[in-house]
């Protein structure tokens, strides 16, 4: 009995992230979310612009490559075009919470019917590791090679924190995938956002904890390791607004 | 006996499922390299897998298939 395999939505090309990087990771749950809901003939994905460019070799699905940080805003006219496909953007912070940023709230606050996997790895990898809006205080990158100064530079940006006061948005999580229980959970969260799109309740955004082994100067092992004892603190696991179970609260 | 199959030439040798396998299983081939020029992944005591596929579930490059025996 196969215990494990690649899922269907999966290319066979060789994914080109550097070793240990856990974009590997987050594409295969997005994969095997697609293969389990049996959306793969409708599923429409937005590729964006970072370390996950290519995403678009590495879907079985349609992919479309949106222009730098212009993913949401894409899906938007993808979603309202054919509303019975399923669209879902695949972005970087680079993407999502720094050109991006507007494009991610105000579709957020419309409410749009998509599904954004949003990669949160504290640095812009693709472009040799500078400083991002996500990058933490006091972390040493390229561009602030003696630690990010808030009173220069200012403070992170919380993308989960700060759509969550929105009104628009049907369902926020931020989610890691540092171990096998942490993938797992990543995943129930992936699906959930899926779901909710299927079911028509609007825009769903996970924002998953990643690492940069290479841009970090770390190893892989370490990288998995800085996620627990820096990035969580700093960005705490959990969901951060889900409509639907209001409702519910409220009606009882 | 539980089999693990490797997607040998698409491993870049980062470990990671070596360190989560609770069995001690794998190991990074030391005195091979493939073909992008890493150690691959390797099974060097297959008889303790017990096909738990926390190894599959961490890899970032999805090389590995893993089949639970009768």
């Known amino acids: 009995m196969v215990v494990f395999k690649k899922p269907h ?5 060789p994914l080109h992230y550097c070793p240990g990087c856990t974009h590997g990771i987050v594409h295969r749950l997005v994969a095997e979310v697609i293969d389990e809901l049996g959306i793969e003939g409708k599923t429409i994905g937005i590729a964006p612009v ?30 309202r075009a054919n509303p019975d496909n399923i669209v879902f953007t695949y972005q970087g912070d680079g993407d999502l919470a720094s050109i991006g940023t507007a494009e991610t709230v105000h579709s957020a606050a419309r409410n749009e019917n998509i599904t954004v996997i949003f990669i949160n790895n504290a640095i812009y990898g693709m472009t040799g590791g500078q400083m991002a809006p996500t990058s933490l205080p006091g972390q040493v990158t390229q561009t602030s090679p003696y630690g990010r100064d808030v009173n220069l530079c200012g403070y992170p940006v919380k993308i989960c924190e700060m759509l969550a006061e929105l009104d628009g948005p049907e369902y ?5 995938v540092n171990s096998v229980k942490q993938i797992r959970n990543a995943k129930r969260a992936i699906k ?3 779901q909710n799109q299927i079911d028509g309740k609007g825009f769903s955004l996970i ?4 690492s940069c082994p290479t841009n970090w100067g770390m190893t892989p092992q370490a990288a998995l390791k800085w996620i627990d004892e820096k990035m969580i603190p700093y960005y705490p696991l959990g969901v951060y607004k889900d409509r639907s179970a209001e409702k519910k609260e409220d009606e009882q | 006996m539980n ?48 096909a738990c596929a926390f190894c ?15």
């Open chain 1, 9 to 13: 939505a999966l290319s066979d090309v």
């Open chain 1, 50 to 79: 970072g370390c996950s460019v290519m995403a678009y070799n590495y879907f079985e699905c349609d992919m479309i490559e949106a222009a730098h940080g212009r993913a949401p805003a894409v899906a938007t006219g993808v979603k």
């Open chain 1, 172 to 176: 926020l999580e931020r989610v890691t």
């Open chain 1, 192 to 194: 959930k956002a899926f």
């Open chain 1, 207 to 210: 924002e998953v904890i990643s």
């Open chain 2, 3 to 50: 089999k693990l199959t490797f997607r040998t030439d698409n491993c870049k040798g980062c470990g990671l499922c070596v360190d989560v396998c609770p069995k001690k299983v794998l190991a990074l081939a030391e005195d091979v390299i493939n073909k992008k020029g890493h150690h691959p992944v390797t099974a060097v005591n297959p008889e303790a897998c017990i």
């Open chain 2, 56 to 70: 599959a579930t961490m890899c970032p490059d999805c090389i590995i298939e893993v089949e639970k025996g009768e």
